[in-house]
C-alpha cells in the first residue's frame, strides 16, 4: 500500500475486491473517506454502543468520527476509496508538517 503526504493533510489509498473486509479500528481523530469506485459497507459501532450501518457508492464519502469503530466491506470489485486527514502530534493535535509519529497514522 503507498500511503502520501500532501502538504498539511496524509493520504491512505485502498483498493478492495468484492467481499473484501477492514476489521474493526477506531481512531482518535476524525477523518473522510472518498469512494472513487465501487461501493462499501461501513459498519460503525458508536461510543454509546449502538451500531450504524451505511452504503455508499461511489462517487461519494463519508465522515467518520473520532473514537467510532468502523468496519469496512466492499460490495463490488474494483472498489478504491482513500482515507484522508490531517496530520497530528503526539498529544493528538493537528498539526502543518508530517511529523513521523506513527500512532497518528494508524
Request: overall charge negative; glycine content about 8%; some cysteine.
Given at each position: 500500500?503507498?500511503?502520501?503526504?500532501?502538504?498539511?493533510?496524509?493520504?491512505?489509498?485502498?483498493?478492495?475486491?468484492?467481499?473484501?473486509?477492514?476489521?474493526?479500528?477506531?481512531?482518535?481523530?476524525?477523518?473522510?473517506?472518498?469512494?472513487?469506485?465501487?461501493?462499501?459497507?461501513?459498519?460503525?459501532?458508536?461510543?454509546?454502543?449502538?451500531?450504524?450501518e451505511?452504503?455508499?457508492?461511489?462517487?461519494?464519502?463519508?465522515?467518520?468520527?473520532?473514537?467510532?469503530?468502523?468496519?469496512?466491506?466492499?460490495?463490488?470489485?474494483?472498489?478504491?476509496?482513500?482515507?484522508?486527514?490531517s496530520?497530528?502530534?503526539?498529544?493528538?493535535?493537528?498539526v502543518?508538517?508530517?511529523?513521523?509519529w506513527?500512532?497518528?497514522?494508524?
Open positions: 500500500m503507498t500511503e502520501w503526504v500532501s502538504g498539511n493533510v496524509f493520504i491512505r489509498p485502498n483498493t478492495m475486491t468484492k467481499g473484501d473486509v477492514i476489521n474493526g479500528h477506531k481512531h482518535n481523530f476524525d477523518h473522510t473517506s472518498i469512494i472513487f469506485t465501487g461501493a462499501v459497507r461501513v459498519v460503525a459501532t458508536l461510543p454509546d454502543g449502538r451500531k450504524v451505511v452504503e455508499r457508492a461511489a462517487p461519494a464519502h463519508l465522515l467518520i468520527k473520532a473514537d467510532v469503530e468502523h468496519e469496512i466491506t466492499a460490495l463490488e470489485d474494483n472498489t478504491e476509496f482513500w482515507c484522508v486527514y496530520h497530528r502530534g503526539p498529544q493528538g493535535d493537528i502543518q508538517e508530517y511529523t513521523g506513527p500512532e497518528a497514522y494508524k
